[in-house]
C-alpha cells in the first residue's frame, strides 16, 4: 500500500501550462506503475496517461498526446504530469494512481489500487 497526494493544480488560461507532483509513501514506491486520470463534473473518469514502474514505458490518451508528460522519480517517491497547452476541456479534477499489479501501466480504472485525494485544475477560455 502506498498513500498518494496531488499538488500543483490551480487555474490558468487557455495555453498555459501547470505541473502537478504525486508524492507516494512507502518504500516499495517504485514497483509501482502510476497513472494520472481525470474526472469532469457529470462524466466518467478517465484515463490519462500511465507510466511504468521504470518510467522506461508510458502511454497517453489520444486528446493529451504531444501536450502533456508524465514522468517519475524513484528517489524522490513523486511522479509528474507536465501538463501544456491547455485547453478548457482538460478542466477536472486529476487523480493520481499506484497499480501494484500491472507494473508496466495501463489504462484501467479498476487495474489500480491506490488513490490520491484529486487536485483541480481549471482552463479559463
Known amino acids: 500500500q502506498v498513500q498518494l497526494v496531488e499538488s500543483g493544480g490551480g487555474l490558468v488560461q487557455a495555453g498555459g501550462s501547470l505541473r502537478l507532483s504525486c508524492a507516494a509513501s512507502?518504500?516499495?514506491?517504485?514497483?509501482?506503475?502510476m497513472g494520472w486520470f481525470r474526472q469532469a463534473p457529470g462524466k466518467e473518469r478517465e484515463f490519462v496517461t500511465t507510466?511504468?514502474?521504470?518510467?522506461?514505458?508510458?502511454y497517453y490518451r489520444e486528446s493529451v498526446k504531444g501536450r502533456f508528460t508524465i514522468s517519475r522519480d524513484n528517489a524522490k517517491n513523486t511522479v509528474y504530469l507536465q501538463m501544456n497547452s491547455l485547453k478548457p476541456e482538460d478542466t477536472a479534477v486529476y487523480y493520481c494512481?499506484?497499480?501494484?499489479?500491472?507494473?508496466?501501466?495501463?489504462?484501467?480504472?479498476?487495474?489500480?489500487?491506490?488513490w490520491g485525494q484529486g487536485t483541480q485544475v481549471t482552463v479559463s477560455s
Open positions: 512507502g518504500r516499495t514506491f517504485s514497483s509501482y506503475a
Open positions: 507510466i511504468s514502474w521504470s518510467g522506461d514505458s508510458t
Open positions: 494512481a499506484a497499480s501494484s499489479t500491472f507494473t508496466y501501466g495501463t489504462l484501467r480504472v479498476n487495474d489500480y489500487d491506490n
